[in-house]
């Protein structure tokens, strides 16, 4: 079955760290990975995707298969970092349903 | 930029009544979802909707839910006779692609 595992629920990191939030998924077949970020009273927004491997606010993040995890980094965190972050694993052919992990909220110490 | 909209941002009901949430799709999406979040829990699925009908609904989506589009624009949830553990946050998301994008959420409190 697939599943979304983020181990941290609270990570808290001080202003300029780098930051690395975790991520691990089980899925049999080819998977599509996405990281969502909240910010405070708003919605989920899109923060990147593994297919297309760009950098969004200085975070990125590698998808390793042999790993099975998809971990997001950043190498300076900032203030307005401070978020809950949500990894989602698309399984294509199931009407592209996402199954997301429990969330890690980040806050970034001035 | 476009955004996917719901309403209403609250709903209080009581128990054993039935609610209709509504939510505004990105305009040229075709794919639409429904998604609910528990406080302190996980975000998940209910149901995926493409070309008018139920294309996938996980094992909470029971008869008690309903989906419609029921002009151009809208797309609901409706939930026939709501019970204490249905309060949620409900996230409508729509898509093109791979990608969705969500809704503000609206949040259902059964008393």
């Known amino acids: 079955a697939q599943r979304v595992t983020q181990p941290e629920k609270l990570l808290s990191v001080f202003k300029g760290a780098p930051v690395e939030l975790k991520c691990n998924y089980s899925?049999?077949?080819?998977?599509?990975l996405f990281w969502y970020v909240q910010y405070s009273r708003q919605r989920l927004q899109l923060l990147l995707r593994?297919?297309s491997r760009e950098s969004i606010k200085g975070f990125t993040a590698d998808l390793n298969k042999g790993e099975t995890s998809f971990h997001l980094k950043k190498p300076f965190a900032q203030e307005e970092d401070s978020a809950m972050y949500y990894c989602?694993?698309?399984?294509?052919?199931?009407?592209?349903?996402?199954?997301f992990g429990t969330g890690t909220s980040l806050t970034v110490i001035p | 930029e476009p955004e996917v909209t719901q309403t209403p941002s609250h709903q209080v009901t009581q128990m054993g009544q039935e609610v209709i949430l509504r939510c505004v799709p990105i305009?040229?999406?075709?794919?639409f979802y429904w998604y609910r979040q528990i406080l302190g829990q996980k975000v998940e699925f209910l149901v995926s909707?493409?070309?008018?009908?139920?294309?996938?609904k996980s094992e909470i989506f029971d008869d008690q839910f309903s989906v419609e589009r029921p002009d151009g624009s809208n797309f609901t949830l409706k939930i026939r006779s709501t019970k204490l553990e249905d309060s949620a946050m409900y996230f409508c998301?729509?898509?093109?692609?791979?990608?969705?994008?969500f809704g503000p959420g609206t949040r259902l409190t059964v008393l």
């Open positions: 305009s040229n999406h075709l794919y």
């Open positions: 899925y049999s077949g080819s998977p599509e």
């Open positions: 593994h297919i």
């Open positions: 909707f493409y070309n008018n009908e139920i294309s996938e």
């Open positions: 989602a694993l698309s399984v294509i052919g199931t009407g592209n349903q996402f199954y």
């Open positions: 998301a729509s898509a093109a692609g791979d990608t969705q994008y």
